[in-house]
């Protein structure tokens, strides 16, 4: 969730599937020269996290548990945020009891959280807070279970100016009203939604989608085929999140975290080789972790509104299932019965960038290449996205062919080589 609704927020999901596989067996091409790492300084972000506690009945999580999980545990939205951002993002802070403001409940927004920024920012002060000290507030507000229409999380799309008793401040904000924990979340951190809604705060204004066609292309132009869904992106933190895993590449780039020396530009015919995306970027050697192709000719595609933004650009990124790149086995439910269980998940995932209306602003979405038949629930298609050894897909209108042609996992460095032809 987050306060502003914009591209890629309104839309709701739909059933669908997506797209064409084409078996190859050419050899590798020679694969082009590695890129020079450029070496960037970490940035502190400052993070201030307020604990409300509005029950007082002694099972709020304890200020040690909260400091834990955002900044100390292995699994930590510090450490994570070390990974996603290839090191170049440390977030360090306290945790602070703060009395909360009254009242809490009320109508509509004031039944989940407290009614104005200002009032709980003005508590923090009251209690001795030195808030000019942080770039980012994280209110963790312990209420009660059940409340209807009550979000896990919300926040601000980046900073925000509150007037406060010592005057104006300038801090980002999230919201978190669930707990921590780490059973069943594929996220691999203490709290998938509070690594969401700090990519927000961090400056992320969407939400990452999917488009999944089911007419044998891939980001097809026969409408009546496809399927766009809302958070359909289960492979990054902006998406659903029941996969969820590290930024995309696009969003990394944007946010500053990917140099440009770690992006292939491919618009030229040849072999590129990859190196896994969750690994290390290192300080010497090979360091690609995406290959970009802007696309000469944008490809339309069709949003559940009926719109038709276009696909501008494409990234490519070796995903591996490691680290926080980890999920488990997923087995996807059938409608007839019985599971269809995801293989093995070494591959190729796709995400396209669609401009939007105003200057500098985008969303993502994840194209899938691989299908499901009878899912259950449709946007489980996206559970399987990967491009794999021996595979490939044609852009359309662009005379491209994106093929896998080799792959190296079971030694270091782990690479995986992607070749651009004409079909």
């Not at 914009?6 to 709701?12: F, H, L, Y």
């Not at 594929?186 to 927000?200: D, I, K």
């Not at 400056?203 to 097809?220: E, I, P, R």
Request: proline share 8%; hydrophobic share 40%; aromatic share 10%.
């Amino acid at each position: 969730m987050m306060y502003l609704k914009g591209a890629g927020v309104r839309w709701v999901a739909l059933a669908g599937v997506l797209a064409a596989v084409e078996a190859l067996g050419a050899a590798p091409a020679p694969v082009a020269a590695p890129i020079k790492p450029q070496i960037r300084p970490t940035r502190i972000y400052r993070t201030a996290v307020l604990r409300f506690d509005y029950l007082r009945d002694g099972t709020a999580p304890s200020l040690a548990l909260i400091r834990d999980a955002i900044f100390t545990n292995p699994k930590s939205m510090a450490r994570y945020y070390q990974a996603a951002s290839f090191g170049s993002l440390d977030i360090q802070g306290e945790v602070f009891d703060i009395p909360p403001p009254a009242p809490l409940f009320g109508t509509g927004w004031t039944a989940c959280w407290p009614a104005t920024d200002e009032a709980p920012l003005n508590a923090a002060i009251a209690a001795g807070v030195p808030l000019r000290n942080y770039q980012q507030v994280v209110y963790v507000v312990h209420r009660p279970a059940g409340i209807p229409n009550c979000a896990g999380g919300v926040s601000s799309l980046g900073p925000m100016t509150f007037n406060l008793s010592i005057g104006p401040i300038t801090l980002s904000v999230a919201r978190l009203g669930v707990p921590f924990y780490l059973a069943g979340d594929f996220s691999q951190t203490t709290q998938s939604t509070l690594a969401h809604e700090l990519g927000h705060s961090l400056g992320v204004t969407f939400h990452a989608n999917s488009y999944m066609c089911n007419d044998g292309q891939f980001l097809s132009q026969n409408f009546t085929s496809c399927t766009h869904y809302a958070y359909g992106d289960l492979f990054q933190v902006m998406g659903l999140r029941t996969q969820m895993s590290l930024f995309s590449s696009p969003i990394a780039e944007r946010l500053g975290w990917l140099p440009q020396s770690a992006i292939i530009q491919g618009q030229s015919m040849g072999t590129y080789r990859l190196y896994a995306y969750g690994d290390p970027i290192p300080a010497s050697g090979t360091s690609a972790r995406a290959l970009k192709i802007m696309l000469p000719t944008p490809v339309p595609f069709r949003t559940v509104t009926g719109e038709t933004p276009e696909v501008s650009e494409l990234y490519f990124e070796f995903r591996r299932n490691v680290g926080f790149d980890y999920r488990l086995q997923r087995n996807i439910a059938l409608a007839g019965g019985g599971n269809f269980t995801v293989p093995d998940t070494d591959g190729v995932i796709i995400t396209g960038v669609v401009q939007g209306t105003t200057p500098g602003s985008y969303y993502t979405l994840l194209l899938p290449v691989q299908t499901i038949p009878n899912v259950a629930y449709g946007q489980n298609s996206a559970s399987n996205p990967y491009l794999r050894m021996g595979q490939s897909i044609v852009i359309p209108l662009n005379g491209m062919r994106i093929e896998v042609v080799g792959i190296q996992t079971a030694a270091t460095p782990h690479w995986i080589d992607v070749r651009i032809s004409r079909p």
